[in-house]
């Protein structure tokens, strides 16, 4: 049984940076990969960034340079570390997994419930 639950999330001003966790059960993370997503009220969930199985690491234009996507492995927990945040990234964000690779497309099979980031001007 997958489980995964997102934390961390919170109201920033713009230019803070927030650390999200997502503490995953019954993932291995040598079978699957690993993503953050994020949506806007009234917007698509869109991919922010992945960890395939193999370790390599994906960004979306929309986080690169200032968000870094890792995992402990020993704890089995993901992590999205964001720094110069912006009023546009403000969203609920969302943990997923799964063993087929889907990259940013938002067809994996296990989510988490979210965690709110609000980034205030």
């Known amino acids: 049984q997958v489980q995964l639950v997102e934390s961390g999330g919170g109201s920033v001003q713009s230019g803070g940076s927030l650390r999200l966790s997502c503490a995953a059960s019954g993932v291995t993370s040598s079978r699957y990969d690993m993503g953050w997503f994020r949506q806007a009220p009234g917007k698509e969930r869109e991919g922010v960034a992945v960890?395939?199985?193999?370790?390599?690491?994906t960004y979306a234009d929309s986080g690169k340079g200032r968000f870094t996507i890792s995992q402990d492995t020993a704890t089995n927990t993901l992590y999205l570390q964001m720094n110069s945040l912006k009023p546009e990234d403000t969203a609920m964000y969302y943990c997923a997994a799964d063993t087929r690779r889907w990259g940013f497309r938002p067809y994996y099979k296990y989510w988490g419930q979210g965690t709110q980031v609000t980034v205030s001007s």
């Open positions: 960890i395939v199985s193999d370790g390599r690491s």
